[in-house]
């Protein structure tokens, strides 16, 4: 017998199973594909999840430990950039701002959260990241970061929950232009809303160099000609 018989039966399967292979071939390049951008994403997580202790942004109350009723799935308030407030250039003391006066450029990046109810009360865990660069007029040294977490209930009047602020001290080696710095806020804690008007509430995250006292050197007095 030479060659392959193969009658018309015969065909239709093996066309069957070709188109079954590349059918598979292609879910399995699919899945490739899609589990690319979910790799990248979840490396972003794991980074942020670790440096503050944790991997979720909701986090139910422990169970058994909940005097107001069982343990219960929450929605934990969201974190955002206050607008305005991404980005910080601090400049020489006593002169204008701009390009050649700067020292330091800073600003935020990533964020992550998490959150638990007990007791009546939400607790917040809220870490960013950020970065400072070295400015024209800059040198390497301790940069002191002006930083704000507010939780406001957003609405047609706006109202301030819990504000706290931070002076982050940053320190660029000599030799580097550019430094991340980090920052965890361990306990956000305010009071359980009502209802669902924990759905209007967000935690704002900014530069707030207002509220940092720095104040100008002062020179040192001219002796008094006798």
Not at 200 to 217: A, C, H, R, W
Request: glycine share 12%; with cysteine; hydrophobic share 40%.
């Amino acid at each position: 017998m030479s060659g392959c018989d193969c009658n018309a039966g015969d065909e239709s399967l093996m066309g069957s199973v070709a188109a079954s292979l590349t059918g598979r071939a292609a879910l399995v390049a699919c899945s490739l594909l899609l589990a690319l951008p979910a790799a990248a994403e979840e490396s972003i997580t794991d980074k942020l999840g670790g440096w503050l202790g944790f991997g979720k942004s909701s986090t139910p109350a422990p169970a058994g430990t909940n005097p107001a009723g069982p343990a219960v799935e929450i929605d934990c308030p969201s974190v955002a950039v206050r607008q305005g407030a991404a980005t910080l250039a601090i400049t020489e003391p006593g002169t204008e701002a701009g390009p050649m006066t700067t020292r330091y450029q800073v600003s935020l990046g990533q964020m992550a959260r998490d959150c638990a109810a007990l007791g009546g009360m939400m607790t917040m865990k809220v870490g960013v990241e950020g970065r400072v660069l070295l400015g024209p007029s800059g040198a390497p040294g301790q940069v002191d970061i002006p930083l704000r977490m507010a939780v406001v209930q957003e609405g047609p009047a706006p109202k301030t929950v819990l504000s706290k602020f931070y002076k982050l001290a940053v320190v660029i080696p000599p030799g580097q232009t550019a430094v991340p710095f980090m920052h965890v806020e361990q306990d956000l804690s305010f009071p359980m809303p009502r209802g669902d008007a924990l759905d209007s509430y967000i935690v704002y995250v900014g530069f707030d160099p207002t509220s940092l006292s720095t104040k100008p050197e002062r020179k040192p007095a001219k002796a008094k000609k006798k």
